[in-house]
């Protein structure tokens, strides 16, 4: 019998306006150039139920409800998300690259006064031992990411975008506590370089952490 190896799970992280949705596309392009067998998904969603509760969270349905009701609603999107795309994907041998995980929960929904203690037991029962490989955090100051996506926004501001910059400065602070406290799993990419040069950084720091695992590794 033939036993697949486990493929890895890449997710990226950042504040509004940080390229993530930019460099995962690339990271997914350049994963397939080196003959990966790559799936890009995305937080909130990835499924069909999961994109249905990502619309409630972005139009701030779930938020009258207080920040420990948007945990909980992230928890039950993820868990789907988990069980129907991302476990299946590894299992088969293929590479997950996903836009936002676990970490946006703690750094949007921890710096609004959950405990962390609440969220890691919501993380044990939606992900349990199936955590990033790696985390890509692209960082850059609250105030540029804020303009860069008002620039590049076609419609209103979602739930997440209204709130004001301090409180997108405490989100940014939160993902760099997250990286320092896990090095061995997280690398933090300065966003503000040009977007070519971010792309490389990340696909140079997917090289160092797991090129042993990519075809001819």
Same mark, same amino acid.
């Given at each position: 019998?033939?036993?697949?190896?486990?493929?890895?799970?890449?997710?990226?992280?950042?504040?509004?306006?940080?390229?993530?949705?930019?460099?995962?596309?690339?990271?997914?392009?350049?994963?397939?150039?080196?003959?990966?067998?790559? &799936?890009?998904?995305?937080?909130?969603? /990835?499924?069909? !139920?999961?994109?249905?509760?990502?619309?409630?969270?972005?139009?701030?349905?779930?938020?009258?409800?207080?920040?420990? %009701?948007?945990?909980?609603?992230?928890?039950?999107?993820?868990?789907?998300?988990?069980?129907?795309?991302?476990?299946?994907?590894?299992?088969?041998?293929?590479?997950?690259? #996903?836009?936002?995980?676990? @970490?946006?929960?703690?750094?949007? *929904?921890?710096?609004? /006064?959950?405990?962390?203690? &609440?969220? !890691?037991?919501? @993380?044990?029962?939606?992900?349990?031992?199936?955590?990033? @490989?790696?985390?890509?955090?692209?960082?850059?100051?609250?105030?540029?990411?804020?303009?860069?996506?008002?620039?590049?926004?076609?419609?209103?501001?979602?739930?997440?975008? *209204?709130?004001?910059?301090?409180?997108?400065? %405490?989100?940014?602070?939160?993902?760099?506590?997250?990286? *320092?406290?896990?090095?061995?799993? #997280?690398?933090?990419?300065?966003?503000?370089?040009?977007?070519?040069? &971010?792309?490389?950084?990340?696909?140079?720091?997917?090289?160092?952490?797991?090129?042993?695992?990519?075809?001819?590794?």
């Amino acid at each position: 019998m033939v036993v697949t190896a486990r493929g890895r799970f890449i997710t990226l992280e950042g504040g509004e306006g940080a390229g993530k949705s930019t460099h995962a596309r690339a990271l997914i392009r350049w994963l397939e150039s080196r003959g990966v067998d790559a &799936v890009l998904t995305r937080e909130p969603g /990835g499924t069909p !139920h999961a994109e249905a509760l990502r619309t409630l969270l972005l139009e701030g349905l779930v938020a009258p409800f207080g920040a420990e %009701a948007e945990a909980l609603v992230f928890a039950v999107a993820r868990a789907d998300h988990m069980n129907h795309v991302i476990r299946p994907a590894l299992a088969a041998g293929r590479w997950v690259v #996903c836009d936002r995980f676990m @970490d946006s929960t703690r750094a949007y *929904q921890g710096t609004a /006064g959950v405990p962390l203690e &609440v969220l !890691h037991r919501l @993380d044990r029962l939606a992900v349990g031992d199936d955590r990033p @490989d790696l985390t890509l955090v692209f960082d850059l100051p609250a105030a540029e990411g804020l303009a860069r996506a008002a620039r590049r926004r076609s419609g209103e501001t979602d739930r997440f975008e *209204q709130d004001v910059a301090a409180v997108h400065e %405490a989100r940014r602070r939160a993902f760099l506590e997250i990286a *320092q406290s896990e090095p061995e799993r #997280c690398v933090v990419l300065d966003a503000t370089r040009p977007v070519d040069e &971010v792309s490389r950084a990340a696909e140079d720091a997917v090289a160092a952490r797991l090129g042993s695992a990519l075809p001819g590794g």
